[in-house]
Protein backbone atom coordinates (compact mmCIF):
# COMPACT_ATOMS: atom_id res chain seq x y z
CA UNK A 1 0.00 0.00 0.00
CA UNK A 2 1.00 3.64 -0.76
CA UNK A 3 2.54 4.75 2.78
CA UNK A 4 0.99 8.41 3.09
CA UNK A 5 3.11 11.31 2.85
CA UNK A 6 2.11 12.76 6.10
CA UNK A 7 1.89 10.08 8.40
CA UNK A 8 4.82 7.86 9.84
CA UNK A 9 6.79 4.90 8.68
CA UNK A 10 3.88 2.44 10.23
CA UNK A 11 6.29 0.16 11.93
CA UNK A 12 8.18 -3.35 11.14
CA UNK A 13 6.08 -6.55 10.16
CA UNK A 14 8.93 -9.98 10.48
CA UNK A 15 7.56 -12.67 9.36
CA UNK A 16 8.99 -16.13 11.72
CA UNK A 17 11.03 -18.17 10.31
CA UNK A 18 10.12 -21.16 7.69
CA UNK A 19 10.05 -23.45 10.87
CA UNK A 20 7.78 -21.29 12.44
CA UNK A 21 4.70 -20.72 10.22
CA UNK A 22 2.54 -22.87 12.20
CA UNK A 23 3.28 -21.46 15.39
CA UNK A 24 4.29 -17.65 15.10
CA UNK A 25 1.97 -15.26 12.28
CA UNK A 26 4.17 -12.67 12.92
CA UNK A 27 6.20 -9.64 14.91
CA UNK A 28 4.66 -6.19 15.12
CA UNK A 29 7.81 -3.79 16.39
CA UNK A 30 6.85 0.04 16.24
CA UNK A 31 8.68 3.12 17.51
CA UNK A 32 7.77 6.48 17.75
CA UNK A 33 10.61 7.63 19.59
CA UNK A 34 12.12 10.90 17.85
CA UNK A 35 9.03 11.86 17.17
CA UNK A 36 6.41 14.72 17.79
CA UNK A 37 2.55 13.49 18.15
CA UNK A 38 -0.19 15.34 18.85
CA UNK A 39 -2.77 13.15 21.77
CA UNK A 40 -4.92 12.27 18.98
CA UNK A 41 -2.03 10.84 16.87
CA UNK A 42 -0.68 8.50 19.99
CA UNK A 43 -4.21 6.62 19.29
CA UNK A 44 -3.40 3.28 18.28
CA UNK A 45 -6.66 1.11 16.67
CA UNK A 46 -6.68 -2.65 16.36
CA UNK A 47 -8.82 -4.65 14.65
CA UNK A 48 -10.18 -7.88 16.22
CA UNK A 49 -8.23 -10.94 15.52
CA UNK A 50 -8.18 -14.77 16.46
CA UNK A 51 -4.48 -14.59 17.23
CA UNK A 52 -3.11 -14.78 20.72
CA UNK A 53 -0.39 -12.00 21.63
CA UNK A 54 2.36 -11.10 23.86
CA UNK A 55 3.90 -7.83 24.56
CA UNK A 56 6.85 -5.85 25.32
CA UNK A 57 8.05 -2.17 25.46
CA UNK A 58 11.08 -1.15 25.59
CA UNK A 59 10.77 2.38 26.10
CA UNK A 60 7.18 4.14 26.94
CA UNK A 61 3.92 2.39 27.73
CA UNK A 62 0.65 2.30 26.34
CA UNK A 63 -3.01 2.45 28.33
CA UNK A 64 -6.58 0.01 27.08
CA UNK A 65 -8.69 2.87 25.65
CA UNK A 66 -12.21 1.55 27.04
CA UNK A 67 -15.20 2.24 24.96
CA UNK A 68 -18.17 3.93 25.87
CA UNK A 69 -20.68 2.60 23.93
CA UNK A 70 -20.77 -0.31 21.13
CA UNK A 71 -21.71 2.10 18.66
CA UNK A 72 -18.31 4.01 18.78
CA UNK A 73 -15.03 3.39 18.91
CA UNK A 74 -13.10 5.30 22.04
CA UNK A 75 -11.64 8.71 21.86
CA UNK A 76 -9.15 10.93 24.26
CA UNK A 77 -11.77 11.46 26.14
CA UNK A 78 -12.75 7.51 27.13
CA UNK A 79 -11.44 5.64 30.22
CA UNK A 80 -8.30 4.51 30.16
CA UNK A 81 -6.75 1.28 31.95
CA UNK A 82 -3.01 0.63 32.44
CA UNK A 83 -1.45 -2.59 31.08
CA UNK A 84 -1.90 -5.36 33.78
CA UNK A 85 1.94 -6.04 33.86
CA UNK A 86 5.09 -5.72 32.30
CA UNK A 87 4.70 -8.14 29.93
CA UNK A 88 0.62 -8.51 28.41
CA UNK A 89 -0.71 -11.41 26.92
CA UNK A 90 -3.86 -11.36 24.84
CA UNK A 91 -5.72 -13.98 24.05
CA UNK A 92 -8.26 -14.30 20.50
CA UNK A 93 -10.19 -10.84 21.02
CA UNK A 94 -13.35 -10.60 19.39
CA UNK A 95 -14.16 -6.96 19.19
CA UNK A 96 -11.24 -3.93 17.83
CA UNK A 97 -9.25 -2.32 20.68
CA UNK A 98 -7.85 0.66 21.33
CA UNK A 99 -4.93 1.96 23.16
CA UNK A 100 -3.20 5.34 23.83
CA UNK A 101 0.38 6.07 24.36
CA UNK A 102 0.81 9.01 26.88
CA UNK A 103 4.48 9.52 24.84
CA UNK A 104 6.97 8.30 22.66
CA UNK A 105 6.83 4.12 22.50
CA UNK A 106 9.32 1.42 20.97
CA UNK A 107 6.95 -1.38 21.83
CA UNK A 108 7.11 -5.61 20.35
CA UNK A 109 3.89 -7.77 19.75
CA UNK A 110 4.00 -11.32 18.96
CA UNK A 111 1.49 -12.94 17.52
CA UNK A 112 0.63 -16.23 18.07
CA UNK A 113 -1.66 -18.92 16.57
CA UNK A 114 -3.22 -19.97 19.37
CA UNK A 115 -3.50 -23.73 18.98
CA UNK A 116 0.33 -24.32 18.50
CA UNK A 117 0.73 -22.31 22.23
CA UNK A 118 -2.16 -24.47 23.51
CA UNK A 119 0.71 -27.15 22.49
CA UNK A 120 3.20 -25.07 24.00
CA UNK A 121 1.81 -24.30 27.25
CA UNK A 122 -1.36 -26.00 27.77
CA UNK A 123 -2.96 -22.64 27.67
CA UNK A 124 -6.70 -22.66 27.02
CA UNK A 125 -7.19 -20.04 24.40
CA UNK A 126 -11.37 -20.14 24.70
CA UNK A 127 -10.63 -19.06 28.77
CA UNK A 128 -8.59 -16.17 27.73
CA UNK A 129 -10.77 -14.75 24.62
CA UNK A 130 -11.39 -11.09 24.98
CA UNK A 131 -8.74 -10.52 27.76
CA UNK A 132 -5.70 -9.00 28.10
CA UNK A 133 -3.84 -10.10 31.09
CA UNK A 134 -0.13 -10.05 33.08
CA UNK A 135 1.84 -12.87 31.20
CA UNK A 136 3.37 -13.44 34.81
CA UNK A 137 -0.24 -15.18 35.52
CA UNK A 138 -0.66 -17.85 32.62
CA UNK A 139 2.71 -18.38 31.03
CA UNK A 140 5.14 -21.01 32.29
CA UNK A 141 8.34 -19.61 34.05
CA UNK A 142 10.90 -20.97 31.27
CA UNK A 143 8.34 -18.29 29.12
CA UNK A 144 8.98 -15.37 31.43
CA UNK A 145 12.74 -16.38 31.75
CA UNK A 146 12.36 -15.45 27.68
CA UNK A 147 10.90 -11.98 28.18
CA UNK A 148 12.96 -11.20 30.90
CA UNK A 149 16.06 -11.75 27.68
CA UNK A 150 14.22 -10.66 25.15
CA UNK A 151 13.21 -7.14 27.12
CA UNK A 152 17.18 -6.93 27.93
CA UNK A 153 18.47 -6.82 24.20
CA UNK A 154 20.00 -4.05 22.58
CA UNK A 155 18.02 -4.21 19.09
CA UNK A 156 14.95 -6.02 17.40
CA UNK A 157 16.56 -7.93 15.26
CA UNK A 158 18.53 -9.95 18.20
CA UNK A 159 15.02 -9.32 20.27
CA UNK A 160 13.15 -11.20 17.30
CA UNK A 161 15.81 -13.91 17.09
CA UNK A 162 16.07 -14.72 20.97
CA UNK A 163 11.65 -15.31 20.53
CA UNK A 164 12.44 -17.34 17.97
CA UNK A 165 15.64 -19.66 19.45
CA UNK A 166 13.12 -20.18 21.86
CA UNK A 167 10.18 -21.29 20.23
CA UNK A 168 11.90 -23.42 17.38
CA UNK A 169 13.17 -26.90 19.78
CA UNK A 170 9.80 -26.37 22.12
CA UNK A 171 7.79 -26.55 18.81
CA UNK A 172 9.98 -28.82 17.25
CA UNK A 173 8.65 -31.04 20.18
CA UNK A 174 5.17 -30.60 19.96
CA UNK A 175 3.95 -29.69 16.45
CA UNK A 176 1.39 -31.46 14.92
CA UNK A 177 2.41 -34.11 12.15
CA UNK A 178 -0.05 -32.41 9.65
CA UNK A 179 1.77 -29.09 8.51
CA UNK A 180 0.59 -25.65 7.88
CA UNK A 181 2.47 -23.69 4.53
CA UNK A 182 0.57 -20.58 4.54
CA UNK A 183 -0.92 -17.46 6.69
CA UNK A 184 -3.76 -16.32 5.76
CA UNK A 185 -6.88 -17.33 8.02
CA UNK A 186 -8.81 -18.54 5.94
CA UNK A 187 -6.21 -21.55 5.29
CA UNK A 188 -5.99 -21.50 8.79
CA UNK A 189 -9.57 -22.29 9.34
CA UNK A 190 -8.99 -25.23 6.57
CA UNK A 191 -6.12 -26.54 8.63
CA UNK A 192 -7.33 -26.43 11.94
CA UNK A 193 -10.92 -28.53 10.32
CA UNK A 194 -8.22 -30.96 8.54
CA UNK A 195 -6.68 -31.29 11.72
CA UNK A 196 -9.79 -31.85 14.07
CA UNK A 197 -10.95 -34.27 11.51
CA UNK A 198 -7.51 -36.68 11.64
CA UNK A 199 -6.71 -36.19 15.12
CA UNK A 200 -9.08 -37.62 17.44
CA UNK A 201 -11.73 -40.74 17.17
CA UNK A 202 -14.64 -38.53 17.56
CA UNK A 203 -15.61 -36.87 13.79
CA UNK A 204 -18.98 -35.70 14.17
CA UNK A 205 -19.32 -32.64 13.12
CA UNK A 206 -20.57 -31.07 16.78
CA UNK A 207 -17.00 -32.88 17.97
CA UNK A 208 -14.91 -31.13 15.04
CA UNK A 209 -16.54 -28.17 16.08
CA UNK A 210 -15.57 -28.42 19.79
CA UNK A 211 -12.35 -29.48 19.16
CA UNK A 212 -11.57 -26.20 16.91
CA UNK A 213 -13.11 -24.33 19.47
CA UNK A 214 -10.71 -25.22 22.04
CA UNK A 215 -7.71 -25.14 20.29
CA UNK A 216 -8.32 -22.13 18.99
CA UNK A 217 -10.67 -20.24 21.40
CA UNK A 218 -13.27 -19.39 18.71
CA UNK A 219 -15.83 -21.22 16.66
CA UNK A 220 -15.40 -22.40 13.47
CA UNK A 221 -17.86 -19.40 11.75
CA UNK A 222 -15.84 -17.08 13.50
CA UNK A 223 -12.68 -18.02 12.26
CA UNK A 224 -14.12 -18.11 8.59
CA UNK A 225 -15.42 -14.77 8.76
CA UNK A 226 -11.81 -13.35 9.73
CA UNK A 227 -11.12 -15.17 6.74
CA UNK A 228 -13.34 -13.47 4.46
CA UNK A 229 -12.65 -9.87 6.14
CA UNK A 230 -8.87 -10.37 5.55
CA UNK A 231 -9.48 -11.53 2.23
CA UNK A 232 -11.63 -8.38 1.51
CA UNK A 233 -9.11 -6.17 2.77
CA UNK A 234 -6.43 -7.51 0.43
CA UNK A 235 -8.22 -6.98 -2.18
CA UNK A 236 -8.95 -3.55 -1.17
CA UNK A 237 -5.51 -3.02 -0.84
CA UNK A 238 -4.66 -4.68 -4.29
CA UNK A 239 -6.86 -2.01 -5.56
CA UNK A 240 -4.91 0.65 -4.11
CA UNK A 241 -1.90 -0.55 -4.93
CA UNK A 242 -2.96 -0.66 -8.60
CA UNK A 243 -4.00 2.98 -8.36
CA UNK A 244 -7.99 2.23 -8.86
CA UNK A 245 -11.48 3.07 -7.10
CA UNK A 246 -12.12 0.20 -4.74
CA UNK A 247 -15.43 -1.06 -5.65
CA UNK A 248 -16.64 -2.60 -2.38
CA UNK A 249 -19.31 -4.58 -4.33
CA UNK A 250 -16.53 -6.26 -6.49
CA UNK A 251 -14.74 -6.68 -2.97
CA UNK A 252 -17.72 -8.12 -1.45
CA UNK A 253 -17.98 -10.97 -3.98
CA UNK A 254 -14.29 -11.71 -4.28
CA UNK A 255 -14.26 -12.14 -0.92
CA UNK A 256 -17.35 -14.21 -0.47
CA UNK A 257 -19.56 -12.21 1.11
CA UNK A 258 -23.04 -12.07 0.60
CA UNK A 259 -23.31 -8.83 -0.77
CA UNK A 260 -22.10 -5.42 0.36
CA UNK A 261 -24.01 -4.78 3.49
CA UNK A 262 -22.70 -8.73 4.64
CA UNK A 263 -19.50 -6.90 3.93
CA UNK A 264 -20.00 -3.80 5.97
CA UNK A 265 -21.16 -5.90 9.03
CA UNK A 266 -18.05 -7.96 9.06
CA UNK A 267 -15.46 -5.16 8.82
CA UNK A 268 -17.24 -2.98 11.34
CA UNK A 269 -17.50 -5.56 13.52
CA UNK A 270 -13.44 -6.80 13.59
CA UNK A 271 -12.68 -3.06 13.12
CA UNK A 272 -14.91 -0.92 14.16
CA UNK A 273 -15.45 0.73 11.14
CA UNK A 274 -17.32 0.93 8.07
CA UNK A 275 -14.83 0.05 5.15
CA UNK A 276 -14.43 3.38 3.26
CA UNK A 277 -13.99 4.61 6.48
CA UNK A 278 -11.42 2.41 7.20
CA UNK A 279 -9.86 2.84 3.85
CA UNK A 280 -9.69 6.55 4.81
CA UNK A 281 -8.70 5.87 8.09
CA UNK A 282 -5.67 4.39 6.87
CA UNK A 283 -4.56 6.85 4.50
CA UNK A 284 -5.49 10.12 6.76
CA UNK A 285 -4.67 8.93 10.39
CA UNK A 286 -2.07 7.82 12.76
CA UNK A 287 -3.74 6.11 14.45
CA UNK A 288 -4.33 3.04 11.77
CA UNK A 289 -0.71 2.50 11.51
CA UNK A 290 -1.31 -1.12 11.99
CA UNK A 291 -3.60 -1.08 8.53
CA UNK A 292 -0.93 0.08 7.66
CA UNK A 293 1.52 -2.15 8.10
CA UNK A 294 -0.24 -5.16 7.80
CA UNK A 295 -1.11 -3.84 4.10
CA UNK A 296 2.48 -3.11 3.57
CA UNK A 297 3.71 -6.95 4.53
Known sequence: MRQPDALLPSGQLWL???????CVRSVVVRSTVGYALDDEQRINRFPATPM???SWWFEGSSEMLLPADADNMPGLESPRMPPPGRWVFGGPQTQPTSTWCPGPVHSMVVLLMPDALHLLTGLEPAELTDRFVDAADVLPPEWLAMCASVQDLPDDAQRIACLENFLEPRWRA???ELPLAVQRH?????????????????????????RIK??????????RGFGRAERAFFEAVEADVAQTDVRWVDVAAAAGFADQPHLCRVTRRITGYAPQALYEGMQQQEAFWVYRLWAEG
Not at 17 to 22: D, E, H, P, Y
Not at 200 to 207: A, C, F, I, P
Not at 214 to 223: D, Y
Request: one cysteine or more; proline letters at 6%; aromatic letters at 6%.
Open 186 to 210: ADWAVYLTQRAATSSVGRSLRQLER
Open 214 to 223: RWAGLPLREL
Open 52 to 54: CSL
Open 174 to 176: CRP
Open 16 to 22: PRASLVA
